[in-house]
């Protein structure tokens, strides 16, 4: 998970993108604040159970599903884009240096994701395929904008097929102790398939390139995320049978849609001070994502350790977790600012000023 980098790029007079060196132009709150709407939907996926009423299916509907994993992706290409950014803007960080500074810290999400696959939590943790994700994009963070949108059209599909064709053959490769399994989590059917997620994170990667700092580029985000986002819905509801090939294609695409348009929107709205500061809980949390993400695996894992006849699923849980999270980010950066794990990492990858 990237720290979400301080710096956007401006651009020369010709056109041509460079970073500044002047001074930081500040956090994007919006994108924090989409970034935290990413995490907590998470919860909802983790802990919220399948329950009749209007407040579940709201909540299932706008959080549960395809759409905050979708956010989480896109948002951290973005973060990524900026991180990359804000790094080119050091003294002493060339190219090279930039990329052992994210390689490091995907090595190191990597290892913290695997570690906490070994309690049990009911979660599908996605740490250690962020991390891996980081260390496939090393080659990419200087490719050319035409090329990682060509790479990410190509990636998707592909992504798609191998998912929906490894349930033929899946369970002949999961065999116990099979040093096939991790791999084919990882790479085809897992709850974030690599060719697909790098699909996302190339789109986040191209939209911070489009300097989102700039309001016209976040109208562009919001209106164009919101045709094929509404676009995509249209055409799975009356075009197409649903779980195909193609209706899981454009499921994808128009999770990207809404993604880009949820961030769009969240940039212009916290302009106003009033919305950031209705938000800044949820801004917190997105501050401090690792944190607040490992905290609840732990905590969850923790509550099964006690009573492992308890449901995976309860509302209180997600409530407690819900509130919990909100008011711990909101104390620990008033106080202190990044979140703990956000510093260890910072620390790590020696990016920390």
């Not at 399948?50 to 948002?75: C, H, I, K």
């Not at 050091?90 to 290892?111: C, E, H, K």
């Not at 950031?276 to 690792?290: D, T």
Request: glycine share 12%; hydrophobic share 50%.
């Amino acid at each position: 998970m990237s720290d979400g980098g301080i710096r956007a790029a401006t651009r020369r007079p010709h056109g041509r993108r460079r970073v500044s060196r002047s001074r930081p132009t500040g956090r994007l709150v919006g994108l924090d604040i989409a970034r935290g709407i990413a995490v907590l939907g998470m919860f909802v996926a983790h802990t919220w159970p399948d329950s009749p009423g209007l407040f579940s299916t709201v909540l299932t509907n706008l959080a549960g599903g395809e759409r905050p994993r979708t956010l989480f992706a896109v948002v951290g290409g973005i973060s990524l884009a900026l991180f990359v950014q804000s790094l080119a803007g050091r003294p002493g960080f060339d190219s090279r240096r930039i990329r052992q500074t994210v390689a490091v810290r995907g090595v190191g999400l990597v290892a913290l994701g695997l570690f906490l696959q070994t309690m049990y939590s009911g979660v599908s943790i996605v740490l250690d395929t962020w991390g891996l994700l980081f260390l496939f994009f090393l080659p990419l963070l200087r490719v050319p904008t035409r090329w990682l949108v060509g790479g990410a059209v190509v990636a998707l599909p592909i992504g798609v097929a191998l998912q929906l064709g490894s349930e033929g053959w899946d369970a002949r490769l999961r065999l116990n102790g099979s040093l096939f399994t991790q791999p084919l989590d990882w790479f085809v059917n897992g709850s974030y398939p690599l060719l697909i997620w790098i699909a996302f994170l190339a789109a986040g990667y191209v939209l911070a390139r489009f300097d989102i700092t700039r309001r016209r580029t976040q109208l562009w985000m919001l209106g164009g995320g919101l045709i094929v986002g509404v676009l995509g819905q249209l055409v799975q509801k009356f075009a197409l049978t649903p779980e195909s090939y193609p209706a899981e294609v454009v499921l994808h695409l128009s999770a990207v849609g809404v993604a880009a348009a949820i961030v769009g929107a969240l940039c212009l709205a916290s302009a106003s001070r009033m919305v950031r500061g209705i938000l800044y809980p949820l801004a917190s949390v997105g501050m401090m994502p690792l944190t607040i993400y490992t905290g609840h695996v732990l905590a969850l894992s923790y509550r099964y350790w006690l009573d492992p006849s308890q449901p995976v699923k309860n509302q209180l849980v997600w409530v407690v977790l819900t509130l919990a999270s909100l008011l711990f980010a909101t104390a620990w950066r008033l106080t202190l600012g990044h979140g703990p794990l956000e510093r260890a990492l910072r620390a790590l990858d020696g990016s920390r000023r």
